[in-house]
């Protein structure tokens, strides 16, 4: 896929669906929660939306039109810019932690 990099955690595998990090590699809250997802050992996906502007498209319809960096998706739950504390909820009910 275009655009995408992935966790040094990835081969752990997935518990409850996929979680996937959509930003820009130059946004500095995307930035924060990879590393928040490093170092909590969880794996993930990074889809940078600029270089597959097709993962724009598709997250602007995901999101009901609201498109922020970064938006992440864990456990078929859609977080648009979310915080630590929201992230760690969702992936506690995903079963990550």
Request: glycine share 12%; proline share 5%.
């Amino acid at each position: 896929m275009l655009g995408a990099g992935y966790s040094p955690f990835a081969s752990r595998g997935a518990v409850a669906g996929e979680v996937v990090v959509y930003g820009s590699r130059w946004c500095g809250v995307t930035m924060m929660v990879r590393r928040h997802l490093d170092r909590a050992g969880v794996p993930y996906r990074f889809v940078d939306w600029d270089a597959a502007p097709q993962a724009r498209t598709q997250l602007e319809w995901l999101a009901g039109g609201r498109l922020a960096s970064p938006t992440v998706t864990v456990g078929g739950q859609i977080l648009v810019q979310p915080s630590l504390r929201e992230l760690d909820w969702a992936l506690m009910r995903a079963g990550y932690r």
